[in-house]
């Protein structure tokens, strides 16, 4: 039995479970760090008042008014440490929020940047790729088989040991008929040396005049004609 009152309902919020998001969450701390600065600010302005009618009355000789603005001034100092300690703990709680919501994106990112290499790879792995080469190498293989066994009597061919005898005894019979049908030629002696004391030798006949001899060789022509006609009449 309940002796005061009836008994609240567990929520969420009482039982410490997560009710906004780390957005919400961090919207709503920097809201009241704001609130905490600006009650602050204001508390801060009634120091500087306390202070100011401490002064006051001081001067004024009033030791009582004087000892109460100081003593006022004492507890807006006070609610200002501790409005400053709440704003401390608010600027790590937003950090670590912040901080926290980034690892979260990052982990996020990372995880669909995984799926994504799973889904290009799909089902290939380092055996079946192992498996694909030994395939690729195995059909290289039957090609180069296949191509050898096709080519293999024109390779033959350039090994038969009775074609290339042949082949050498047609050479042979061809450089034997090219010797005897090219004419041996006649060997050269050689010129005797002339020595540096040799002149040319002076002429013993009379030398006629190049007119002259043309002259002469005219009269021999037409005195030949001259017996040719008379020979033909």
């Known amino acids: 039995m309940n002796l005061f ?3 609240k309902t567990a929520t969420p919020a009482n039982m410490g479970g997560p009710t906004q998001s780390p957005v919400d969450t961090i919207k709503l701390l920097r809201d009241n760090l704001v609130t905490l600065e600006k009650r602050e ?9 306390a202070l100011q009618e401490a002064r006051q009355k001081s001067q004024k ?7 109460f603005a100081l003593k006022r001034k004492k507890m807006y100092e006070a609610e200002v440490a501790k409005l400053q300690g709440a704003r401390i703990t608010l600027d790590s709680q937003i950090l670590a ?9 990052t982990f996020r990112a990372m995880r669909s940047g995984a799926n994504a290499m ?8 380092a055996d079946k790729v192992d498996e694909m080469m030994d395939e690729i190498q195995e059909e290289k293989d ?3 088989s296949i191509a050898e066994a096709i080519s293999r009597p ?10 290339l005898n042949e082949l050498a005894e047609l050479d042979a019979l061809d450089m034997e008929e090219a010797m005897t049908s090219t004419p041996q030629s006649v060997p050269q ?3 005797p040396a002339q020595s540096v004391f040799n002149f040319p030798v002076a002429p013993t006949a009379s030398v006629r005049p190049a007119a002259q001899a043309q002259s002469a060789e005219s009269e021999d022509e037409r005195a030949l004609r001259e017996l040719e006609a008379s020979m033909l009449a």
């Open 61 to 67: 000789k009033d030791k009582n008014g004087a000892l």
């Open 189 to 191: 002696t050689a010129a």
């Open 142 to 144: 039957i090609h180069d």
């Open 5 to 7: 009152g009836k008994k």
């Open 154 to 163: 024109g390779q033959d061919l350039f090994n038969d040991e009775e074609l």
């Open 41 to 49: 600010e204001h508390i801060q302005k009634k120091i500087e008042s």
């Open 97 to 105: 929020l912040e901080s926290a919501a980034v690892n979260i994106e």
């Open 118 to 125: 799973k889904g290009i790879r799909g089902n290939i792995d």
